[in-house]
């Protein structure tokens, strides 16, 4: 059992990444040297995955540190490190001639699918490096490479850094739970708020007052303002220059060359069909809004953004008597954890259970003490599938979202051993209190599954190359195994599994459980529509020649949303996705079609039906990036995919 070891010092961090270089560049070397007639797939290209891997192995340690180390110190020197190894992945080693001569010679052999999957994706990788293009251009192609690089790093650490509070009163903060404010800091009558989910979200849904709402997502829309939105504007400027530099039309069709999508145009068309269908629902959403609102407030005449959450939250407590303050009660997080395990089990035929004994964990302490090691098994062989780490709570200069981030990727290693998939899940839910364990609302049950859906693809895909790993599908397919999961989460037979009251310790009535499940959706069109909006501007910022970033994100707000943008705001400063999805964040209302359509087979064939939960592990999760997504698909439903499922689940039939 191979583990990383996250016990470096910032010296040590230091110092290791020049050697890591180093080391791989000698074994790079010898690829480059090989004569053509000793050349194989093996000692070519398969070698070449296999250093890549033992970097990026490295790598994904720092990562983690970088994102997550409770000592900033160590944080920046492992940004500095991960800076120049990813640069060194990304642009170095793609930029050696010898290396993509060596690759490129490789084409004419007899290849398995597999294996002229892997190649490709490698071949495409230099070709996004400039090969192909004159020397001078190919230079210019990997300085805005190298540049970009840092910049986005920069960008995302400057939302992670972003330290901005607000301190309220007590009245301000009328509408909230005594224990909620009781949980916040307090210093001379007053209460500190940070910009951290837990903090923000109930504000967004409880606070009476609309001005302190008003406040609230003012502070929370304008997170790393000032830094970030120059960054953004020179990451835009930079990525349309390398697009062009590679004869693209623009950044979006760069990167839509190995998705599902393929291109601008269908990408376009896709997200205009959801405007179109959802802009005559919004209208008769916001009139609801603004019934309620008008009961409040007689003169009212317009929605706000920050009346939605508020005033959704009404909604469902008036309509189906649902008090999210006190479904939380059924949601401890620790009896979350077990149920869901439960359920993987049940369904995958795989047990999650936690390495406590310091003898097993080889002494390797975690980043933080509140760190926990999972290891996964298979229950029928007994055989360990890999270990994921649990780090859930918030804490200031940690990752503020939640995600999954690899450490390692299941692959043949060169002894002939398999070395075991692991990875990190990052989230930020409420800390126990003096009276109360962690519990969580809905939705965040909603986001744990979600993510564990990521923690089954990396564990459960069984390939020889990391390049096919689960990690490595097609970008806009990444969401399908984690948007499955949530649908486990409306469903009254593992609603009863899940929920357990802290208290009673009894699971939600079948009375309650039907009223979640009809009040699922509150507001649909102005909940998926904020999807469209943001798809719609992560691609216009990757498709125009010239952007003022803010005004395009007003145009669209009231555009698709129908209501304005909160004057004086600058979400996309801190829309950590304009980094890791650049062009592509419409990449989860796609995935949203085949989740759907996958779990059709479960509304049929029953939702615990462990037979058609092995077909899922061992016909999407197990085959990773070795198939074409549309042909897993397939194999699974038996028949082609269609978005039915999907436009049902967003209320759209
Ligand atoms: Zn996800």
Same mark, same amino acid.
């Given at each position: 059992?191979?583990?990383?070891?996250?016990?470096?010092?910032?010296?040590?961090?230091?110092?290791?990444?020049?050697?890591?270089?180093?080391?791989?560049?000698?074994?790079?070397?010898?690829?480059?040297?090989?004569?053509?007639?000793?050349?194989?797939?093996?000692?070519?290209?398969?070698?070449?995955?296999?250093?890549?891997?033992?970097?990026?192995?490295?790598?994904?340690?720092?990562?983690?540190?970088?994102?997550?180390?409770?000592?900033?110190?160590?944080?920046?020197?492992?940004?500095?490190?991960?800076?120049?190894?990813?640069?060194?992945?990304?642009?170095?080693?793609?930029?050696?001639?010898?290396?993509?001569?060596?690759?490129?010679?490789?084409?004419?052999?007899?290849?398995?699918?597999?294996?002229?999957?892997?190649?490709?994706?490698?071949?495409?990788?230099?070709?996004?490096?400039?090969?192909?293009?004159?020397?001078?251009?190919?230079?210019?192609?990997?300085?805005?490479?190298?540049?970009?690089?840092?910049?986005?790093?920069?960008?995302?650490?400057?939302?992670?850094?972003?330290?901005?509070?607000?301190?309220?009163?007590?009245?301000?903060?009328?509408?909230?739970?005594?224990?909620?404010?009781?949980?916040?800091?307090?210093?001379?009558?007053?209460?500190?708020?940070?910009?951290?989910?837990?903090?923000?979200?109930?504000?967004?849904?409880?606070?009476?007052?609309?001005?302190?709402?008003?406040?609230?997502?003012?502070?929370?829309?304008?997170?790393?303002?000032?830094?970030?939105?120059?960054?953004?504007?020179?990451?835009?400027?930079?990525?349309?220059?390398?697009?062009?530099?590679?004869?693209?039309?623009?950044?979006?069709?760069?990167?839509?060359?190995?998705?599902?999508?393929?291109?601008?145009?269908?990408?376009?068309?896709?997200?205009?069909?959801?405007?179109?269908?959802?802009?005559?629902?919004?209208?008769?959403?916001?009139?609801?809004?603004?019934?309620?609102?008008?009961?409040?407030?007689?003169?009212?005449? /317009? *929605? @706000?953004?920050?009346?939605?959450?508020?005033? &959704? !939250? #009404?909604?469902?407590?008036? %309509? $189906?008597? +649902? =008090?999210?303050?006190?479904?939380?009660?059924?949601?401890?997080?620790?009896?979350?954890?077990?149920?869901?395990?439960?359920?993987?089990?049940?369904?995958?035929?795989?047990?999650?259970?936690?390495?406590?004994?310091?003898?097993?964990?080889?002494?390797?302490?975690?980043?933080?003490? /509140? *760190? @926990?090691?999972?290891?996964?098994?298979?229950? &029928? !062989? #007994?055989?360990?599938?890999? %270990? $994921?780490? +649990? =780090?859930?709570?918030?804490?200031?200069?940690?990752?503020?979202?939640?995600?999954?981030?690899?450490?390692?990727?299941?692959?043949?290693?060169?002894?002939?051993?398999?070395?075991?998939?692991?990875?990190?899940?990052?989230?930020?839910?409420?800390?126990?209190?003096?009276?109360?364990?962690?519990?969580?609302?809905?939705?965040?049950?909603?986001?744990?599954?979600?993510?564990?859906?990521?923690?089954?693809? +990396?564990?459960?895909?069984?390939?020889?190359?990391?390049?096919?790993?689960?990690?490595?599908?097609?970008?806009?397919?990444?969401?399908?195994?984690?948007?499955?999961?949530?649908?486990?989460?409306?469903?009254?037979?593992?609603?009863?599994?899940?929920?357990?009251?802290?208290?009673?310790?009894?699971?939600?009535?079948?009375?309650?459980?039907?009223?979640?499940?009809?009040?699922?959706?509150?507001?649909?069109? +102005?909940?998926?529509?904020?999807?469209?909006?943001?798809?719609?501007?992560?691609?216009?910022?990757?498709?125009?020649?010239?952007?003022?970033?803010?005004?395009?994100?007003?145009?669209?707000?009231?555009?698709?949303?129908?209501?304005?943008?909160?004057?004086?705001?600058?979400?996309?400063?801190?829309?950590?996705?304009?980094?890791?999805?650049?062009?592509?964040?419409?990449?989860?209302?796609?995935?949203?079609?085949?989740?759907?359509?996958?779990?059709?087979?479960?509304?049929?064939?029953?939702?615990?039906?462990?037979?058609?939960?092995?077909?899922?592990?061992?016909?999407?999760?197990?085959?990773?990036?070795?198939?074409?997504?549309?042909?897993?698909?397939?194999?699974?439903?038996?028949?082609?995919?269609?978005?039915?499922?999907?436009?049902?689940?967003?209320?759209?039939?």
């Amino acid at each position: 059992m191979k583990l990383p070891s996250f016990d470096i010092s910032a010296e040590e961090i230091k110092k290791n990444s020049a050697k890591i270089i180093s080391d791989a560049q000698k074994r790079f070397d010898h690829i480059g040297s090989l004569k053509q007639s000793q050349r194989s797939f093996q000692n070519t290209v398969a070698a070449f995955d296999q250093i890549e891997a033992d970097v990026e192995d490295q790598l994904n340690i720092l990562v983690i540190l970088q994102q997550a180390s409770p000592h900033s110190t160590l944080r920046e020197s492992a940004e500095h490190a991960v800076n120049e190894l990813q640069r060194y992945l990304d642009v170095d080693i793609y930029s050696q001639q010898s290396l993509y001569t060596a690759l490129s010679s490789c084409k004419d052999k007899t290849l398995s699918s597999a294996e002229e999957k892997v190649l490709s994706k490698k071949l495409l990788k230099f070709k996004h490096n400039g090969f192909g293009l004159s020397e001078k251009k190919q230079n210019e192609v990997l300085m805005l490479k190298k540049q970009l690089i840092q910049e986005e790093l920069e960008f995302s650490k400057n939302i992670r850094e972003c330290s901005d509070e607000l301190w309220l009163t007590n009245e301000e903060l009328k509408g909230l739970e005594d224990n909620f404010i009781s949980s916040l800091e307090q210093k001379n009558g007053k209460y500190r708020l940070t910009m951290a989910y837990p903090h923000v979200t109930p504000v967004m849904a409880h606070a009476v007052a609309a001005k302190i709402r008003k406040k609230v997502q003012s502070t929370f829309l304008n997170r790393a303002r000032e830094k970030n939105l120059p960054l953004l504007d020179d990451i835009l400027h930079k990525r349309r220059q390398l697009a062009e530099k590679l004869n693209h039309d623009h950044y979006a069709d760069y990167i839509l060359e190995d998705r599902m999508a393929k291109n601008a145009a269908t990408v376009v068309s896709f997200l205009d069909d959801l405007q179109k269908k959802f802009q005559p629902r919004i209208i008769g959403e916001i009139q609801k809004i603004l019934d309620m609102k008008q009961k409040d407030f007689p003169n009212a005449r /317009e *929605v @706000e953004d920050w009346d939605i959450g508020y005033y &959704a !939250t #009404r909604y469902k407590n008036f %309509h $189906f008597d +649902l =008090d999210e303050q006190k479904l939380k009660s059924y949601f401890p997080l620790e009896h979350v954890t077990t149920a869901a395990f439960e359920l993987f089990k049940k369904l995958f035929g795989i047990e999650m259970k936690e390495v406590k004994e310091e003898k097993k964990m080889k002494g390797r302490k975690a980043w933080h003490k /509140e *760190v @926990e090691l999972f290891e996964v098994k298979d229950t &029928a !062989t #007994r055989e360990i599938l890999g %270990h $994921f780490y +649990l =780090d859930l709570f918030p804490r200031p200069g940690k990752y503020s979202h939640a995600a999954i981030f690899p450490l390692y990727e299941g692959r043949r290693l060169a002894d002939g051993t398999y070395q075991l998939p692991a990875c990190v899940m990052f989230a930020n839910f409420s800390r126990p209190t003096a009276s109360s364990p962690s519990l969580l609302t809905p939705g965040e049950v909603k986001t744990y599954f979600h993510e564990f859906g990521h923690i089954l693809h +990396l564990l459960c895909s069984r390939q020889e190359y990391r390049q096919l790993s689960g990690y490595r599908v097609a970008w806009d397919f990444v969401e399908v195994p984690s948007q499955i999961m949530e649908n486990w989460f409306y469903e009254p037979e593992s609603l009863k599994l899940v929920s357990k009251h802290y208290e009673t310790g009894k699971p939600l009535s079948d009375e309650m459980i039907r009223r979640m499940i009809a009040a699922k959706d509150t507001f649909p069109a +102005l909940n998926y529509s904020r999807q469209v909006m943001l798809s719609k501007l992560n691609h216009l910022y990757h498709t125009e020649k010239k952007v003022d970033t803010t005004a395009l994100l007003k145009q669209l707000w009231k555009e698709i949303r129908g209501i304005p943008m909160p004057e004086g705001t600058h979400f996309q400063a801190s829309f950590g996705h304009l980094i890791g999805y650049a062009a592509a964040y419409y990449s989860y209302l796609w995935s949203r079609v085949f989740s759907e359509d996958l779990f059709t087979r479960f509304q049929s064939e029953g939702v615990l039906n462990a037979h058609v939960g092995m077909e899922l592990r061992k016909k999407i999760l197990e085959p990773g990036a070795s198939e074409d997504e549309l042909v897993l698909v397939e194999n699974f439903l038996g028949r082609t995919s269609n978005n039915k499922a999907f436009f049902k689940s967003i209320g759209l039939v």
